[in-house]
């Protein structure tokens, strides 16, 4: 049984800064790749962001040059600097990570974790 648990959300004010983490704990073979995603009400899930076991990163045109993502396959985290906050950027992020697990490679999802940019 894999689990990933998120932690860093909140309430920040517009051009302020969070860092999200999410450890995957549980068994598996090996990270493929990890990422974040957001959702609001009105819109549905996207990509913010993502980091293949490699290193390589992909951001969504909103967050490039304002986000940042970052990963440890030691201790199976990823992380999400955010800065420059913008009442935008609101919303429920969940972090992912494709994982090899039995020879498949799996999709697993975190809790989700509020962020708010507001003054």
């Known amino acids: 049984q894999v689990q990933l648990v998120e932690s860093g959300g909140g309430l920040v004010q517009p051009g302020g800064s969070l860092r999200l983490s999410c450890a995957a704990s549980?068994?598996?073979?090996?990270?493929?790749?990890m990422g974040w995603y957001r959702q609001t009400p009105e819109k549905e899930r996207e990509l913010v962001a993502q980091?293949?076991?490699?290193?390589?990163?992909n951001y969504a045109d909103s967050v490039k040059g304002r986000f940042t993502i970052s990963g440890d396959n030691d201790k199976n985290t990823v992380y999400l600097q955010m800065n420059s906050l913008k009442p935008e950027d609101t919303a429920v992020y969940y972090c992912?990570?494709?994982?090899?697990?039995?020879?498949?490679?799996?999709?697993?999802w975190g809790q989700g974790t509020q962020v708010t940019v507001s003054q």
């Open positions: 549980g068994s598996f073979r090996s990270i493929v790749v």
């Open positions: 992912h990570f494709k994982l090899i697990h039995r020879a498949l490679p799996t999709d697993y």
């Open positions: 980091i293949t076991s490699g290193g390589s990163t």
